[in-house]
T-cell receptor
Framework: GAGVSQSPSNKVTEKGKDVELRCDPI?????LYWYRQSLGQGLEFLIY????????KSGLPSDRFSAERTGGSVSTLTIQRTQQEDSAVYLC????????????FGSGTRLTVV | GENVEQHPSTLSVQEGDSAVIKCTYS??????FPWYKQELGKGPQLIID?????GEKKDQRIAVTLNKTAKHFSLHITETQPEDSAVYFC????????????FGGGTRLMVKP
């Protein structure tokens, strides 16, 4: 596609439920990143995928968070047993592997845990 | 690791005035510095970037300057318009295989008509 696509755009879930957030990066972009943005705050790094390499999970806040990337393209971020503090906008970004370039971000998924 | 600090956190200017946002970084190996604009309800969008082999770059009303010695870079917006109102983020990276961007905390720019 022309840009990074994220779905759903909005998600309201009950505390304790699991949620899955999807990211479809720009075709050919082998690097994919997940960030979290709490209301009015900056960008918190969560996880990074680069080709077939093991992902960099150093930003995941707890073991309730996991992500996978199938076939080097679509990625899914899963949050298990959601808590109210998980409420935030989850942003996905992708980048071409070659060269030193900025990311292209999706529009994000706004997650609200009630 | 890299640490990027951004100031001010909020900035209010009158339409037509200039706005300047400043960032400092800690890792002297950083060599790529993009700026992002985030409008309400949208993801951040790359608006301009600069690499360490140049000191200044312009694109119409926006410009970025880089001082490698002092490890700071700035975004300058001239003749501000209400549509410039947004949150702006600076970032830095070393351009290695990971090319992980480290972001500043953001500046909320408000342009008053």
């Amino acid at each position: 596609g022309a840009g990074v696509s994220q779905s759903p755009s909005n998600k309201v879930t009950e505390k304790g439920k699991d949620v899955e957030l999807r990211c479809d990066p720009i075709s050919g972009h082998t690097a994919l990143y997940w960030y979290r943005q709490s209301l009015g705050q900056g960008l918190e790094f969560l996880i990074y995928f680069q080709g077939n390499s093991a992902p960099d999970k150093s930003g995941l806040p707890s073991d309730r968070f996991s992500a996978e990337r199938t076939g080097g393209s679509v990625s899914t971020l899963t949050i298990q047993r959601t808590q109210q503090e998980d409420s935030a906008v989850y942003l996905c970004a992708s980048r071409p592997v070659a060269g030193n370039y900025g990311y292209t971000f999706g529009s994000g998924t706004r997650l609200t845990v009630v | 690791g890299e640490n990027v600090e951004q100031h001010p956190s909020t900035l209010s200017v009158q339409e037509g005035d200039s706005a300047v946002i400043k960032c400092t970084y800690s890792d002297s190996a950083s060599n790529y510095f993009p700026w992002y604009k985030q409008e309400l309800g949208k993801g951040p969008q790359l608006i301009i970037d600069i690499r360490s082999n140049v000191g200044e770059k312009k694109d119409q009303r926006i410009a970025v300057t880089l001082n490698k010695t002092a490890k700071h870079f700035s975004l300058h917006i001239t003749e501000t318009q209400p549509e410039d109102s947004a949150v702006y983020f600076c970032a830095a990276s070393k351009g290695n295989a990971g090319n992980m961007l480290t972001f500043g905390g953001g500046t909320r720019l408000m342009v008053k008509p």
